[in-house]
Every structure is written in C-alpha cells, then in structure tokens.
C-alpha cells in the first residue's frame, strides 16, 4: 500500500461542474503538495501547504492534519484543467523527500 | 526564459551504453532533484543535493551517478544501460528542501 492515496483514479466532468480530487496519506508529513502534469508531461507545482488551505484562481486546496487527508478542489471546470493532478507529501519518515501519490487523470469535456 | 532546464529531450540508445542527461536551473535555487517517472506515470525520487551535497540517494542501482558541479546544475550519469531504465527522468529545484518545487520539461529516455 502505497503511504500516499488519491480518489478517484480518473475522473470525467462536464464543462463547468464543481470537481474535487482526494489525498489520504498514511506517514507523518512536513507539507503536502499539489501537481499538475498536462498531456505533453510538464510538471507544475500548484499549491503546496501544511495547515488549512489555499486559493489560486478557481482551484482551491485544503488541509486536515489530524486526519491525514487533503481536496483539491476546482470551481467552473474547463477542459484546459484535463491532466494528471499528483498530490505529494514530504515524508517525515522519510527524511522529509517528496513520496507521490499515482495521480488523479482528469478529463473536462465541453 | 526557462527557469529548470533539462538536455535532451528526447534519447533513444542501446542497451548496455552510457549516456548523461543534464538540469540547469537559473533560479538561484540551493536544492536539486532528479525523479523518475514509469510507464504507469508514477514519480519516485532519485536523489537530492542541497549546496552541491547529496542529501536523499534513494535505492537506485549504482549505474546512476548524479554529479553537481555547481549549484545551478545536476547532471545524471547512467552507465550500461538496461530495459528497465526507459523513463521519463524529471529534473527539479527549490529554494531549500522543503519549499515548492519548480520541475523541468522532464527527459524521455528509451533504451532498445
């Protein structure tokens, strides 16, 4: 079992629905980290946090540290948004090194 | 103006030979990553340098060799390469190791 887990694997929305992708991690975490990997597989780092949560536009990330579980969230979905959504955690465990979760495939059809 | 750089994009080789991939960064960034990601499109690290020292060597064969010469690069080094080694080998960096991270366009590697 992987010490980081993302819901749902891939996920299918119509233009402009409310979309909210899942983190669950099982290892004590320094931060947690949010990434985007479009289809022609550069890697952006969207948000990285460590307590309650952050805006950027329409996307929306927040934290629960007691339970070990973090949403990112995107408002008014467009099929620019459809990518790889990675969620990362810096592993205490770990010597703080980013552990990846296997990412959220993301597809927004008009 | 690219902040993470990596050279080439693209290698296809045979196995058993030796190639480098290298990671430029103008970011003033002290911390370096390289990650490799698998045909099923998941990340795992390879090594860490911070101030030209390695900090993370995660369990890799010791075919691969990071070398930084400076703080602004991470070259990664792979000696007689195998199947097993196709990937695409992202490069990244931070300001220190536990900020955000800025990745590179990433390296397809394809040994036949």
């Known amino acids: 079992k992987n010490e980081v887990e993302q819901s749902p694997q891939n996920l299918t929305a119509q233009e402009g629905e409310f979309i909210t992708i899942n983190c669950s991690y099982s290892?004590?975490?320094?931060?947690l980290h949010w990434l985007q990997q479009h289809p022609g597989g550069g890697i952006v780092s969207l948000f990285m946090?460590?307590?309650g949560k952050k805006k950027h536009g329409r996307l929306i990330a927040t934290i629960n540290i007691q339970e070990k579980h973090s949403s990112l969230h995107i408002t008014a979905s467009h099929p620019r948004d459809s990518a790889v959504y990675i969620c990362a955690v810096n592993s205490m465990e770990y010597g703080n090194k980013l552990v990846f979760g296997a990412g959220t495939i993301l597809r927004v059809k008009s | 103006d690219t902040a993470v750089s990596q050279t080439p994009k693209y290698l296809v080789t045979q196995m058993g030979n030796d190639k480098s991939i290298k990671c430029e960064q103008n970011?003033?960034?002290?911390?370096m990553y390289w990650y490799k990601q698998d045909s099923k499109k998941f990340l795992k690290i390879m090594f860490s340098y911070n101030n030209k020292e390695l900090i993370i060597n995660e369990t890799v064969p010791n075919r691969f060799s990071p070398k930084s010469p400076d703080k602004a690069h991470l070259n990664l080094h792979i000696n007689s390469l195998e199947l097993g080694d196709s990937a695409v080998y992202f490069c990244?960096?931070?300001?220190?190791?536990?900020?955000?991270?800025?990745f590179g366009p990433g390296t397809r590697l394809t040994v036949l």
């Open positions: 290892v004590g975490i320094s931060a």
């Open positions: 990244a960096s931070s300001q220190a190791p536990l900020n955000e991270q800025f």
């Open positions: 946090l460590s307590s």
């Open positions: 970011l003033g960034h002290d911390t």
